[in-house]
């Protein structure tokens, strides 16, 4: 008994601000391993709960990540605590410091404090569609620096969070995950319109990713140089494929229109010479 004692008490390192000893270290072992369960446990009952849809994507990411820091930071300052240094006056003397330093690192503290905003704050989560300055993709993962966005190529992309905070950004999936979109077509001077408007509902109606709940409309929007302008107006859930149902609705547009006689017309200039030169036959 005296000799495991012994053995627990027995200094690893032994400096003037602390020591180590092997009851310690144990010590040290078991706050992070029970930190790691309890991290692992809420994961879990997360996990399952995003089974059964009681909670969204996003919330279960954030939810977690915020417990995930909790918990890691009480952690370290048990930790630091069981090694003999005192955690306030560890802070006071590390002030100065912060201070020093903040000016050089001011635009990571900065990406820092938008990442606490982002997890705290719902208006951007874990599966979200968004757009930033041209670049579209779904937000995969949230980190206290940096944010991790696919874009439609598959490719992942590190964005700093205070981007995502102070930039201009679409949202395509906040609130309601119901969004509108448009195409864009143009037909002949003197095509039927009605003939026109009918054939472009035709076509958002047979496309299984258009809301059905959200009937799709069309507009007459203007006499075009060459054109008699149309937009087809359409609601879907799936902001992701978006591009790929626009080009569906292309696809099924251009053979419906060939159906029924329409034209799609492209750019002509006329030239009238009102003086024909000398020498030149009219």
């Known amino acids: ?12 390192v032994e400096l003037d601000a602390f020591s180590l000893s092997v009851y310690t270290l144990v ?9 790691w369960g309890i991290v692992k446990f809420v994961k879990i009952i997360f996990k399952r709960l995003d089974t059964s849809k009681k909670i969204n994507e996003g919330k ?9 820091y909790f918990v890691y930071t009480l952690a370290l300052i048990l930790a630091i605590d069981s090694i003999g240094i005192d955690i306030t006056i560890l802070l006071a003397s590390s002030a100065a410091l912060f201070v020093g330093i903040g000016f050089g690192l001011q635009d990571i503290f900065r990406d820092f404090l938008s990442g606490i905003m982002l997890l705290f704050e719902p208006t951007i989560e874990v599966g979200d569609v968004v757009e930033v300055d041209t670049l579209v993709g779904r937000v995969e993962e ?3 620096r940096t944010s991790t966005v696919k874009t439609r190529d598959n490719v992942r992309i590190i964005v700093p969070n205070s981007i995502l905070i102070g930039n201009n950004l679409i949202n395509w999936s906040h609130g309601q995950r119901t969004t509108r979109f448009a195409i864009s077509v143009g037909v002949a001077y003197g095509s039927d319109t009605e003939k026109v408007m009918s054939a472009l509902l035709e076509c958002a109606a047979g496309h ?3 809301l059905k709940t959200h009937k799709p409309f069309v507009r ?15 609601w879907t859930e799936n902001t992701w494929q978006v ?18 006689d329409i034209t799609i017309p492209f750019p002509q200039r006329d030239l009238h010479v009102k003086t024909v030169p000398s020498g030149w036959k009219a």
């Open 60 to 68: 279960r990411f954030a939810i977690t990540k915020i417990i995930q």
């Open 220 to 234: 007459f929007t203007d006499f075009g140089d060459s054109a008699l302008a149309f937009e087809l107006y359409f």
């Open 27 to 35: 010590y040290l072992l078991l706050i992070f391993l029970i930190a």
């Open 208 to 210: 299984p990713e258009i």
């Open 142 to 144: 949230i980190n206290l």
């Open 1 to 12: 008994m005296e000799t495991a004692k012994e053995f627990l008490e027995f200094k690893l």
């Open 243 to 260: 591009e790929q149902i626009k080009s569906d609705l292309r696809f099924a547009i251009d053979k419906s229109f060939r159906e029924n």
